[in-house]
């Protein structure tokens, strides 16, 4: 394991740690360029705005092929359920979003066997009903995903100057925090001997005035 690596470890923990206490959403935008012949998941999250509420939700994908004007439904998840109407796609979708819940907050699928005919534009629905003391309020989101087919996947400069700035910066924190920490403990280091000398001096002093002042003994 290099030396990045193991700087790497503490924060990942860290982030571990706060998503397994506080159950944290976060919307991230699907990736975008799968390679043929391989798996590739579409990425569709949707968070609820008030997280304490119950709620059940369904989740619907559609495609529409490049050059193509038209969306055809092609999975939907509900009650725990799956349905492929697409016959392109029959066993080849799989669900990867939430387990084990109605409640859906990830309603991402993975493709198996990527195909050139995959290119094309994907769109996800995300059908809410959020369960209020007196009502439902019914909420509609969509995520688009513009999927490009690949022969093989190929790192962009943007994608490699942005890591490299990420260990730069990680280092850079590292190597200032240990400086810190040195230049502190020099400093306290310095005040605790100058203390100790200003209590030398001062009872060096007070054991010479005991000396010279005369001594008043009783006749």
């Known amino acids: 394991m290099s030396a990045v690596q193991l700087l790497l470890v503490p ?13 944290a959403c976060v919307e991230v935008d699907s990736d975008t360029d799968a390679v043929v012949s391989e798996g590739f998941k579409l990425g569709c999250i949707s968070c609820k705005m008030r997280g304490e509420v119950p709620a059940e939700a ?7 092929p490049k050059g193509e004007s038209e969306f055809t439904k092609i999975y939907s998840y509900e009650d725990l359920m799956s349905d492929i109407p697409d016959e392109r796609f029959y066993e080849r979708l799989d669900w990867n979003g939430s387990k084990k819940t109605k409640d859906l907050q990830d309603g991402s699928i993975y493709i198996l066997n990527v195909t050139w005919n995959d290119t094309g534009t994907y769109r996800c629905i995300f059908n809410r009903t959020l369960t209020f003391t007196s009502y439902g309020f019914h909420t509609d989101v969509t995520k688009i995903v513009h999927l ?22 990680i280092v850079g924190l590292q190597v200032w925090l240990v400086v810190e920490m040195i230049y502190c403990y020099r400093k306290i ?31």
Request: include cysteine; charge should be negative.
């Open 58 to 64: 369904t989740v619907e994908w559609s495609f529409m």
């Open 189 to 219: 280091s310095a005040q605790g001997e100058e203390a100790l000398r200003e209590s030398a001096l001062n009872n060096g002093s007070k054991r010479q005035i005991a000396l010279d002042s005369p001594s008043t003994l009783p006749l």
């Open 11 to 23: 924060l990942a923990l860290w982030a571990l740690q706060a998503s397994l206490c506080h159950g």
């Open 148 to 169: 490009n087919v690949v022969p093989r996947l190929t790192r962009g400069i943007v994608s490699i100057l942005s890591e490299v700035m990420m260990y730069v910066t």
